[in-house]
């Protein structure tokens, strides 16, 4: 049946959007989040993005707090990423062949992150992990596969289980259709717990191709890895053989220049509070997304050379793609890279800074239970009052107080993400004004999760 817009409906022409949508694709949406089913109401249906702004088809325009889910680090139509695309486009869409952006977008990802030698381009962060975790099995000859609950690494069939973002919003706890002979191989295992990765391996000793995990975990809000636990896991996983992943598909770029890893060595090195500084510890892998790709679809995977080395059509581990290394795609994405600079890094920091210390107060000043959580210049809101250092914890806040509020920020424009498991995004474009914007919606907002 199709739903009709209500008379008293505030967004009419999302709202007809909406309807129209939902006749001919499933729930209305092409990604599940989308749909504001964990939130309530009518999803907005954008239009048209500027700076740190994005208007619906209504006519609303929203300080956006989500940014396309993080490739949008320089805000909406960032003029220089157009003018790449347009000047990419005037070439032509496509050919199938090799061309120079790809050399181009790879060169710069090789320069930007240590422990990246070779680097394969793919068209979105799914097929970046599940590309890694092939390799990875394909490389040491082994089955097993641990991952964390609550990590998120795309719609992968073996890396559904326990994984966060739109599984966790709609408190799946696998998908139907995976069978249970695809995730047989799959160990999930509780994040910022390193005594239960030990005993993995224990118990499979040999057995275990790779860990995978996210640098640092923003699929279920965003839960900062503890001091020692990202070097804790490559460490288990050297002692016995096996690869470490770093899924930087969401921090990739955006935490720092070099990504999560880059900023936890660079810390690391300056306190050696973890490994030696003459001997760091290196994923084998890592996978990237989003802002490699400037708002159109790319992703990667990359690491030790002799890894990557296994691929086709040097090696024996298959991967493929009609439209991987795409000249419109790369070439946005290499202007989004080179776009990133020191001082986009410094506002990036400053900026989620002083957006999460607002969020903090507000909910303070109105008695709301919360815990802001950060890492690096991504955070999240948790309506709870425990410190939150893995899934369970995640999944006992109050998803009703972030329903209300997130409505209370739509409705004074303000965009954030459509569920309490999401990270944050902000960007380059978000100034004093946007700022204002947030800041005024708040104490508003907070009153009605208060409720
Ligand atoms: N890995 C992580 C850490 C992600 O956050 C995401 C997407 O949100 C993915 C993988 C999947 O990327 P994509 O949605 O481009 O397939």
Redo the contacts with the bound molecule.
Sequence with gaps: AKAAARSDEPVPASAALFARASAVTPGGVNSPVRAFRSVGGTPRFMRSGRGPHITDADGNTYVDLVGS?GPMILGHANPAVLEAVSAAAARGLSFGTPGEGEVALAEAIVDRVPGVDRVRLVS????A?MSAIRLARGFTGRPKIVKFAGC????VDALLASAG?GVATFALPDSAGVTASTTAEVIVLPYNDLDAVRAAFAEHPGQIAAIIT?SAA??MGVVPPRPGFNAGLARIAHDDGALFIM?E??TGFRVSRAGWYGHERSVETSVSAVGTADQPWVPDLF?F??VIGGGLPV?AFGGRADVMAMLAPNGPVYQAGTLSGNPIATAAGLANLTGCTADVYAHLDRTAGTVGDLVDRALDEAGVPHRLQRAGNLFSVFFTDAEVPDYDAARTQSTAAFAAFFHGMLEAGVYLPPSAFEAWFVSAAHDDAALQTIADALPGAARKAAQ
């Design positions: 889910w979105s962060g799914t097929e992990t998120y690494h795309g719609h973002s996210e923003a699929n899924d598909v969401m996978t997304g989003k992703g």
